[in-house]
């Protein structure tokens, strides 16, 4: 079965410096994988996502992921965070492999605080 | 390109009552997914529709029912309400199972169903 674990329920960083959530997957074959940030009283929206082509993905709003197999690893990062970066992330694999499915997995989330 | 939409954005019910949420997709999109959004339990798949027909189902009661409609559109219906079926509702679309891009889901900004 498909899985996800986030390592971190809370990360706090300065304003400007790196930023980095940490996820591990569990899979019996190659996964789709997902970064989904959801804002307060929002809905998801799509971060990233992998699907076996490059292992490093490039998202929106400067954030990027890289896939480890070796690690079964997907952390998220940014070079620098912002204000408006405040919200609660989630690690997702998909369970659809060959269309079977289709539903999607989440982690717990971490939720990421921006201190000015 | 309008995303997701749902309505109501809020609803407030008492025991016993159904609710009725609701949900557009994406333009072009056929699969629709819904997802229970409740406090300390996380994200959890509810329903997956695709081309009118209901695909795939979580580990919910038959309570939890839907369905989808010749425009892709689709309804979510809760009978019976319970306390703990207060949550946030979301609603996903993607393209449908014959695409490449399949198990990438894009999300509605929810129905938030709180029951007294």
């Known amino acids: 079965a498909q899985s996800v674990t986030q390592l971190d329920s809370h990360v706090s960083v300065s304003e400007g410096t790196p930023v980095l959530l940490r996820c591990n997957y569990s899979s019996s074959y190659s996964p789709s994988l997902f970064w989904y940030v959801q804002h307060p009283n929002k809905g998801l929206q799509l971060l990233l996502k992998y699907t076996s082509a490059a292992t490093l993905v490039k998202g929106i709003n400067g954030f990027e992921a890289e896939f480890k197999k070796s690690e079964t690893s997907f952390h998220l990062t940014k070079p620098s965070a912002h204000m408006s970066d405040a919200a609660e992330y989630f690690c997702?694999?998909?369970?659809?492999?060959?269309?079977?499915?289709?539903?999607?997995?989440f982690g717990t989330g971490t939720l990421l605080a921006v201190q000015p | 390109e309008a995303g997701v939409t749902q309505s109501p954005t809020h609803l407030i019910k008492t025991r016993g009552q159904q609710a009725t949420l609701r949900c557009s997709p994406i333009s072009g999109h056929t699969s629709v997914y819904w997802y229970q959004q409740a406090l300390g339990l996380g994200l959890q798949f509810l329903l997956w529709y695709d081309e009118g027909e209901e695909r795939n189902r979580g580990n919910f009661p038959p309570r939890f029912s839907g369905r989808q409609f010749p425009n892709y559109s689709s309804e979510l219906n809760v009978n019976a309400l319970e306390l703990e079926d207060s949550a946030l509702y979301l609603c996903?679309?993607?393209?449908?199972?014959?695409?490449?891009?399949?198990?990438?889901?894009?999300f509605g900004p929810g129905t938030r169903l709180l029951v007294l």
């Open positions: 996903a679309s993607s393209p449908g199972t014959r695409t490449i891009d399949q198990e990438t889901q894009y």
């Open positions: 997702v694999v998909s369970d659809g492999y060959g269309g079977a499915t289709n539903k999607l997995i």
